[in-house]
C-alpha cells in the first residue's frame, strides 16, 4: 500500500528496489533488491507489512548470507573543532 508521503518530511514517495539496512533482535543486515517505498526528498524507507516479514524470514535464515559488506568507522571527534 502506497503511503500517502513521508511522516518525517511529506516528501513524495517512489517505489524502488533498493538495499536496505533490516535490524532484526538486536543484529544489523543488509539486503539487496528489496522493494521498498522511499521518500524521494529525505530518503526514509516504508516497508510494505508483506515484505517486512520477507525481511524477517530472511534475517532468522542468518547464516545462509554468503556475503559480508564491511564500513569505513570513523568518530566525530577525529577532526579538532
Ligand atoms: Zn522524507
Same mark, same amino acid.
Not at 21 to 38: A, C, D, M, N
Not at 44 to 69: P, S, V
Given at each position: 500500500?502506497? %503511503?500517502?508521503?513521508?511522516?518525517?518530511?511529506? /516528501?513524495?514517495?517512489?517505489? *524502488?528496489?533498493?538495499? +536496505? =539496512?533490516? *535490524?532484526?533482535?538486536?543484529?544489523? !543486515?543488509?539486503?539487496? @533488491? +528489496? %522493494? +521498498?517505498?522511499?521518500?524521494? @526528498?529525505? /530518503?526514509?524507507?516504508?516497508?510494505?507489512?508483506? !515484505?517486512?516479514? @520477507?525481511?524477517? &524470514? &530472511? $534475517? =532468522?535464515?542468518?547464516?545462509? &548470507?554468503? =556475503?559480508? !559488506?564491511?564500513? %569505513?568507522? $570513523?568518530?566525530?571527534?577525529? +577532526? $579538532?573543532?
Amino acid at each position: 500500500m502506497k %503511503p500517502d508521503k513521508c511522516e518525517f518530511c511529506e /516528501g513524495g514517495m517512489e517505489y *524502488r528496489n533498493t538495499l +536496505v =539496512r533490516f *535490524r532484526y533482535k538486536g543484529q544489523t !543486515i543488509y539486503v539487496e @533488491h +528489496v %522493494p +521498498v517505498w522511499v521518500c524521494n @526528498h529525505c /530518503g526514509e524507507q516504508y516497508f510494505d507489512a508483506k !515484505i517486512y516479514k @520477507h525481511l524477517e &524470514i &530472511i $534475517a =532468522r535464515q542468518k547464516e545462509r &548470507i554468503q =556475503r559480508e !559488506i564491511s564500513f %569505513p568507522l $570513523a568518530t566525530f571527534e577525529m +577532526v $579538532a573543532a
